[in-house]
């Protein structure tokens, strides 16, 4: 299976921006999904974008103010975070569905945005 390593994540203000990112270690079907999700304290692990090669889908709560992006040539995905809310406060995983079926997640990387 895939190893995904992400990274960008960080302490930042109401009203900033991070760019998260994850690198899978070997080369990625572009038409396999990849994305991303967060998990905030005593809450389950919920999607907040994922992107193949047909579609692009947010979550209602990040539309117009995240955008994920896929460089398919470094086998690598971006979460572009903007206006970020504390409510953003989560861990966010990398995710990539193999062809199998089964997923790869990555180790996580925090985010933490103050009011």
């Known amino acids: 299976q895939v190893q995904l390593v992400e990274s960008g994540g960080g302490l930042v203000q109401a009203g900033g921006s991070l760019r998260l990112s994850c690198a899978a270690s070997?080369?990625?079907?572009?038409?396999?999904?990849m994305g991303w999700y967060r998990q905030a304290p005593g809450k389950p692990r919920q999607l907040v974008a994922i992107?193949?090669?047909?579609?692009?889908t947010y979550a209602d709560s990040v539309k117009g103010r995240f955008t994920i992006s896929r460089d398919n040539a470094k086998n690598t995905v971006y979460l572009q975070m903007n206006s970020l809310k504390p409510e953003d406060t989560a861990v966010y995983y990398c995710?990539?569905?193999?062809?199998?079926?089964?997923?790869?997640w990555g180790q996580g990387t925090q985010v933490t945005v103050s009011s």
């Open positions: 070997k080369i990625i079907s572009t038409i396999n999904a």
């Open positions: 995710c990539y569905n193999n062809n199998d079926g089964s997923p790869s």
């Open positions: 992107i193949s090669s047909i579609m692009t």
